[in-house]
């Protein structure tokens, strides 16, 4: 059984750091594209950042480019984000979702899901 498990979430100011990770346990984790999906109240879940299996490959949505970081460790089955001059449009629960394949936009071609973590940035 595939579990996957999000840490680091919080309350931050503008302007603020923070790092999420993404503990994977059961299942190949070294062949699984791994994305951070976000969604706000009253809005659909949306892709942030994805990277491939071999870390090669990176996606980030246009409204986190330059400032959000994804990498992975494969041997310590974990996927991160570093989410750096935070917003409080960036205010979400974020997930963690793992897939096999390429990488894809859509959260419906995600296998593997975690149980979120909630990020809220004040002004």
């Known amino acids: 059984q595939v579990q996957l498990v999000e840490s680091g979430g919080g309350l931050v100011q503008a302007g603020d750091s923070l790092r999420l990770s993404c503990s994977v346990s059961g299942g190949s984790f070294s062949i699984y594209t791994m994305g951070w999906f976000r969604q706000a109240p009253g809005k659909e879940r949306e892709l942030v950042s994805a990277?491939?299996?071999?870390?090669?490959?990176?996606y980030y949505a246009d409204s986190v480019k330059g400032r959000f970081t994804i990498s992975r460790d494969n041997a310590k089955k974990t996927v991160f984000l570093q989410m750096n001059s935070l917003k409080p449009e960036d205010s979400a629960v974020y997930y963690c979702?793992?897939?096999?394949?390429?990488?894809?936009?859509?959260?419906?071609?995600?296998?593997?899901w975690g149980q979120g973590t909630q990020v809220t940035v004040s002004s």
């Open positions: 990277i491939g299996w071999e870390g090669g490959i990176t």
């Open positions: 979702a793992g897939r096999y394949g390429v990488i894809v936009m859509s959260d419906s071609e995600y296998r593997y």
